[in-house]
């Protein structure tokens, strides 16, 4: 079983365009529910050179063989530095990597789109993701897609169109991927070889593909985090703030692009949300193996107080991405969870 599995309606809609291809396609959705993985197995598909019955990618010809060893002429992917650098293995006290996608990435395709296809077909360029284009390079791409060249496809891939370029978003034909069915979702995480495929998914909001990223990381020790903070969480009133920012800030560190201070945040605005939950006595959505401790600490806490530490998290999410003191903005976001739980007068 694998990711396409999963998507099965997006495949049939992208297939059914194959046709009639635009210029640009811009892939939306959730969160680590395998966008990348079914843009890049439809790119794989359109460079086949003998692609199968339901439109997929052989695997064998020799355009499938350059595509898998990342060298397919007219293939090209566009994405923060930081994130191929995760992959390959950061080196100790070399220049951080960046995060955005930058206006020099965008202008080395300035020969790729010039010369034309080599193998005849499509020339494609994956963005991913396309949120992460800074204003240079998403104007140099929205000049390109004002008068793109012939052959060209432009796959972007966005987990918050609504941080796009509206201009850019208009001359895109836009797919809305959804999350795949939870049964299909938890199956396609056992046969990856994940045993507890309810509680991770859960907690990811039923996205597979962080499902996997998460239970990969947070079961084996090594790059896990999800204990420790949940360790400092579960404390309630007795939370050290100053500890837990320390704890953090250290794994953030130590993992560098691996762990983001914006997954800190989301998993935090997750345990306030089961929090709400069990104050207003429903059953938790994300934390299921939780449940008793998160039951345990809503009761001591006025669920008035907990919409507004929501709203206010919502806020340093947006934050959390602009480089700012990891450790003083870990700080503040830990004071705030444990005043949750001090008494105040008349309330
Ligand atoms: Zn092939």
């Given at each position: 079983?694998?990711?396409?599995?999963?998507?099965?309606?997006?495949?049939?809609?992208l297939?059914?365009?194959?046709?009639?291809l635009?210029h640009?396609?811009?892939?939306?959705?959730?969160?680590?529910?395998?966008?990348?993985?079914?843009?890049?197995?439809?790119?794989?598909?359109?460079?086949?050179?003998?692609?199968?019955?339901?439109?997929?990618?052989?695997?064998?010809?020799?355009?499938?063989?350059?595509?898998?060893?990342?060298?397919?002429?007219?293939?090209?992917?566009?994405?923060?530095?930081?994130?191929t650098?995760?992959?390959?293995?950061?080196?100790?006290?070399?220049?951080?990597?960046?995060?955005?996608?930058?206006i020099?990435?965008?202008?080395?395709?300035?020969?790729?789109?010039?010369?034309?296809?080599?193998?005849?077909?499509?020339?494609?360029v994956?963005?991913?993701?396309?949120?992460?284009?800074?204003?240079?390079?998403?104007?140099?791409?929205?000049k390109?897609?004002?008068?793109?060249?012939a052959?060209?496809?432009?796959?972007?891939?966005?987990?918050?169109?609504?941080?796009?370029?509206?201009?850019?978003?208009?001359?895109?034909?836009?797919?809305?991927?959804?999350?795949?069915?939870?049964?299909?979702?938890?199956?396609?995480?056992?046969?990856?070889?994940?045993?507890?495929?309810?509680?991770?998914?859960?907690?990811?909001?039923?996205a597979?593909?962080?499902?996997?990223?998460?239970?990969?990381?947070?079961?084996?020790?090594?790059?896990?985090?999800l204990p420790?903070?949940?360790?400092?969480?579960?404390?309630?009133?007795?939370?050290?703030?100053?500890?837990?920012?320390?704890d953090?800030?250290?794994?953030?560190?130590?993992?560098?692009?691996?762990?983001?201070?914006?997954?800190?945040?989301?998993?935090?605005?997750?345990?306030?949300?089961?929090?709400?939950?069990?104050?207003?006595?429903?059953?938790?959505?994300?934390?299921?193996?939780?449940?008793?401790?998160?039951?345990?600490?809503?009761?001591?806490?006025?669920?008035?107080?907990?919409?507004?530490?929501?709203?206010?998290?919502?806020?340093?999410?947006?934050?959390?991405?602009?480089?700012?003191?990891?450790?003083?903005?870990?700080?503040?976001v830990?004071l705030?969870?444990?005043?949750?739980?001090?008494?105040?007068?008349?309330?």
């Open positions: 079983m694998n990711i396409l599995d999963l998507h099965k309606k997006t495949w049939d809609e297939s059914s365009r194959r046709d009639r635009p640009a396609l811009l892939l939306s959705g959730q969160r680590g529910i395998g966008k990348f993985a079914v843009a890049k197995d439809f790119a794989a598909s359109l460079l086949c050179e003998n692609p199968d019955a339901q439109q997929r990618a052989c695997g064998h010809c020799l355009a499938c063989n350059w595509f898998a060893q990342g060298n397919h002429p007219d293939f090209r992917l566009l994405q923060p530095e930081a994130m650098e995760i992959s390959s293995g950061e080196e100790e006290g070399k220049k951080k990597a960046s995060k955005e996608i930058l020099d990435q965008v202008r080395a395709l300035d020969e790729f789109l010039g010369v034309g296809s080599h193998r005849g077909g499509l020339s494609i994956l963005v991913n993701p396309a949120e992460a284009m800074n204003r240079n390079a998403a104007n140099s791409i929205l390109i897609l004002e008068e793109p060249p052959g060209i496809l432009f796959l972007l891939i966005s987990d918050e169109q609504s941080r796009l370029l509206p201009t850019i978003r208009s001359r895109c034909q836009s797919i809305l991927i959804g999350l795949p069915e939870t049964p299909a979702a938890q199956a396609y995480l056992r046969a990856s070889g994940i045993d507890d495929a309810e509680r991770w998914l859960a907690l990811s909001g039923g597979p593909r962080l499902a996997l990223e998460l239970a990969e990381k947070n079961g084996s020790g090594q790059g896990s985090w420790t903070l949940l360790t400092h969480l579960k404390q309630g009133a007795q939370h050290d703030p100053l500890r837990a920012a320390g953090i800030d250290k794994l953030l560190r130590e993992q560098k692009g691996a762990l983001s201070l914006r997954q800190i945040i989301d998993t935090l605005q997750k345990w306030l949300i089961d929090l709400t939950q069990a104050a207003n006595s429903l059953p938790v959505r994300y934390f299921l193996a939780n449940n008793g401790e998160i039951s345990a600490l809503a009761a001591k806490i006025p669920s008035t107080r907990l919409v507004r530490a929501y709203r206010k998290l919502a806020t340093q999410r947006r934050e959390a991405e602009q480089p700012v003191n990891g450790r003083l903005f870990l700080e503040g830990f705030d969870y444990r005043d949750l739980f001090s008494p105040r007068p008349g309330e």
